[in-house]
């Protein structure tokens, strides 16, 4: 039932920006923290980004830190990733994630390639 579908990946040039969106359904997602991961091809899954259920506070990898925002909108159940500056080393396929208790549930992802 717990449902994560992600948007708005593409393809952009390196300075570009994009705006990711998760749409949650299927729990309380005002209650959740959420998560933004990316895996590149032979990487490990990597935590982007996390906000906290009223968005109060958020974390950044220090890779993305200052370029990309999450932000959230708890009214529309939905997570945002603002992706500005963007560098080659950003291209991944960029997930949204919730834990809940123990579970940890992922959208089914966006791929974002920068690249000239």
């Known amino acids: 039932q717990v449902q994560l579908v992600e948007s708005g990946g593409g393809l952009v040039q390196p300075g570009g920006s994009l705006r990711l969106s998760c749409a949650a359904s299927g729990f309380t997602f005002s209650r959740s923290a959420m998560n933004w991961y990316r895996q590149a091809p032979g990487k490990v899954r990597e935590l982007v980004a996390y906000i906290s259920t009223g968005g109060g506070s958020r974390n950044y990898a220090d890779s993305v830190k200052g370029r990309f925002t999450i932000s959230r909108d708890n009214a529309k159940n939905t997570v945002y990733l603002q992706m500005n500056s963007l560098k080659p080393d950003d291209t991944a396929v960029y997930y949204c994630?919730?834990?809940?208790?123990?579970?940890?549930?992922w959208g089914q992802g966006t791929q974002v390639t920068v690249s000239s």
């Open positions: 994630n919730v834990r809940l208790g123990f579970l940890d549930y």
